[in-house]
């Protein structure tokens, strides 16, 4: 599924690799389930279905932090381009004031 999400485009490139190492140790701790024992013996953990649980909380909160980030910077550069289009607004609506008043007077040579 990591895979299909990929190719037609609808995971970005740039969290491609994270999705899939954490899809393919997935696979992993599934297939091999003596590795999680193991794991659970090496960081003296009694109840050794405890590790993947808490590898996978961890997993969820840094890319709820990374994605917090990116909507964050986001935000950001919503609010400056917003800010530039309305000043870039206001120079035009100056410039067309401008304009019209140029061409009342070119028109009306009696001024």
């Not at 895979?3 to 969290?15: C, G």
């Not at 800010?83 to 007077?105: I, K, S, V």
Request: glycine share 4%.
């Amino acid at each position: 599924m990591t895979v299909q999400l990929i190719r037609k485009h609808k995971l970005r490139e740039e969290y491609a690799l994270l999705w899939l190492i954490a899809t393919v140790s997935i696979l992993i701790l599934s297939i091999f389930g003596s590795i999680v024992g193991a794991l659970a013996n090496f960081f003296n953990i009694a109840y050794s279905p405890t590790l993947p649980l808490v590898a996978g909380l961890l997993f969820a909160l840094v890319v709820l932090l990374s994605q917090s980030v990116a909507l964050s910077n986001q935000a950001n550069q919503n609010r400056d381009l917003a800010q530039e289009m309305a000043l870039m607004e206001f120079r035009l609506r100056l410039l067309e004031g401008e304009d019209n008043e140029q061409e009342t007077a070119a028109s009306n040579p009696a001024n």
